[in-house]
């Protein structure tokens, strides 16, 4: 059982103006506000401060230096491997920072720190806009902001972190800087890409885009069967496709929902989920090859509202499940990478089970490499290799399943994603962002956090 931190004996002064909730084990909604959306990580915190606004978090940094107990930030909590909750440590949690302002006119939003993906779609949706967001909607602004942020419109408007205008952070010292392209702007460059590593972001200033209420979106599905020619088919089909389509391939056993007819639940499944962000009869226009290949068992891709397509997926990544999560982009849908997409789709068991192959190109590779701290521009596909179990019975079987998927795909391996790692070395953090980039991101380390005070994320040490 981990040990209560005394704020007493730590310093009164520093919690004077604290004006959010401390939480500490024994206390009733410990339980509640240690568990992160990942069920397997089980961690017990000495502290959880849930911070209001700006003077909170200062406070908390302030704090939690005089205990030098390791310290986590959580956003909307979604870290695969866990990283925004530790055994005996303090949590900064932000999920009661839930304010978003958007200007219509200016087309932009201010949106603190604790936000979800799904209430900020509400927010900007009710003035007819959108920004590239996760597509998943109780998913965290924060976190996916600052690894990147891929998403429905990233192959028309760039990734999240193209999106953003400025940032204001509270550094590892507990003091507020902004950053901008104009305001400590090596800071920018690191913050978009380079995870928490830097400071605790209390609020992003977005672009917005002017999004349709309707689009022309949602799965496409065809037996696992007929996936070798299905994916050969959809490899030709999006060579050509407009930045207007985004597409993700799908394999898993078709979930037991009410949208699905009872004769496919639990039948291994391939499916092409589009989202076509511009006119609905440009986009059937597009998707009318896609929508008569084979034999599918069924089409929801239909007009239907931008906020409904965001939060489709909620259910099927639902908080508690136990995940375990492979990554890797690759540069092309090659004969071989299909071959192996088949072998190992048809070995899905878990009924939550999930394989995405994300559609990567348009936008997003416009974007000048060295904008942003973001590797992986220039990828064809990103692969994530989702093992998962509702419960602990039946997870390790699917962690291996999800290993030996991975390392089919190897030869292949390109770059990869950093909010798609899981606890897997520095090595591999420094894959993901190359050896340039990294280097930057090390020399920014040590001018924002020369001590590593923000280190249980994916970590750049400054030495
Ligand atoms: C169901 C699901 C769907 C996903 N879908 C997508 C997707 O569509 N697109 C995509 O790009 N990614 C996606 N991801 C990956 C996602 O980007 C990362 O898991 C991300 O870390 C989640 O952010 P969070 O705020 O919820 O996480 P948290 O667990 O709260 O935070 C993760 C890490 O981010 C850092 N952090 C969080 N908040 C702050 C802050 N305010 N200041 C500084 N550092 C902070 C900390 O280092 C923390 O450890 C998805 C993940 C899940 C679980």
């Known amino acids: 059982m981990t040990a209560a931190v005394d704020t007493k004996a730590t310093g009164d002064e520093l919690w004077g103006s604290f004006a ?38 200062i ?11 390791p310290v986590a930030v959580r956003g909307g909590g979604h870290s695969y491997p866990g990283h925004s909750v530790c055994d005996a440590g303090i949590v900064i949690d932000l999920g009661l920072m839930t304010g978003v302002r958007v200007d219509p006119q200016g087309r932009t939003a201010r949106v603190q720190a604790g936000v979800l993906w799904g209430e900020l779609d509400r927010a900007t949706q009710a ?10 909607g109780h998913t965290g602004v924060a976190g996916l902001t600052l690894g990147g942020g891929i998403g429905w419109l990233h192959r028309k408007h760039g990734l999240t972190i193209d999106q953003l205008l400025s940032a204001d952070v509270v550094t590892a ?22 995870g928490g590593n830097f400071g605790i972001v209390t609020e992003f200033e977005f672009r917005l885009h002017p999004i349709r209420p309707a689009v022309l979106a949602g799965p496409i599905y065809w037996p696992m069967a007929e996936a070798p020619a299905l994916l050969r088919f959809y490899r030709e089909w999006i060579a050509e496709a407009p930045d207007e389509l985004m597409t993700i391939v799908m394999q898993r056993r078709a979930p037991a929902v009410d949208f699905l007819p009872a004769e496919l639940h639990g039948q291994l499944i391939v499916a092409v989920t589009c989202c076509y962000a511009g006119a609905i009869e440009d986009g059937e226009e597009v998707l009318r090859p896609l ?63 999930t394989v995405g192959l994300w559609q990567m190109g348009g936008a997003v590779a416009r974007v000048d490499d060295s904008a942003t701290a973001f590797n992986g521009r220039h990828a064809g596909f990103t692969f994530n290799i989702n093992g998962n179990s509702k419960t602990a019975e039946g997870f390790e079987a699917e962690r291996q399943w999800a290993r030996a998927y991975w390392y089919a795909l190897a030869p292949h391996h390109t770059s990869v994603y950093v909010n798609f790692l899981m606890d897997e070395g520095e090595q591999r953090i420094r894959q993901a962002y190359g050896y340039a980039k990294y280097e930057r991101l090390k020399a920014l380390k040590r001018a924002y956090d020369p001590t590593n005070f923000f280190r249980l994320n994916q970590n750049i040490p400054p030495d």
């Open 59 to 69: 406070a908390a940094i302030r704090f939690a230096r005089c205990t030098a107990l």
């Open 127 to 136: 003035f007819g806009l959108a920004t590239t967001g996760g597509f998943v």
């Open 20 to 57: 959010g909730e401390f939480i500490q084990p024994g206390d009733v909604t410990y339980d509640e506000h240690r568990r992160v959306w990942n069920g397997a990580i089980d961690r017990s915190p000495a502290l959880i401060a849930r911070c209001r606004g700006v003077a909170d978090v």
């Open 291 to 353: 929508k008569r290949f084979g034999s599918p068992l069924l089409d929801l891709c239909r007009p239907k509202p931008y906020v409904d397509h965001q939060s489709m997926f909620d259910a099927a990544y639902a908080h508690g499940w136990h995940y375990y999560f492979r990554a890797c982009d690759v540069a092309q849908l090659t004969d071989d990478v299909i071959d192996v997409m088949v072998e190992h789709g048809n070995r899905i068991v878990s009924p939550v089970t």
């Open 173 to 194: 010292e507990g003091e507020l800087v902004k950053a901008s392209a104009t305001e400590n702007p090596e800071l920018f460059w690191g913050l978009r890409g380079g």
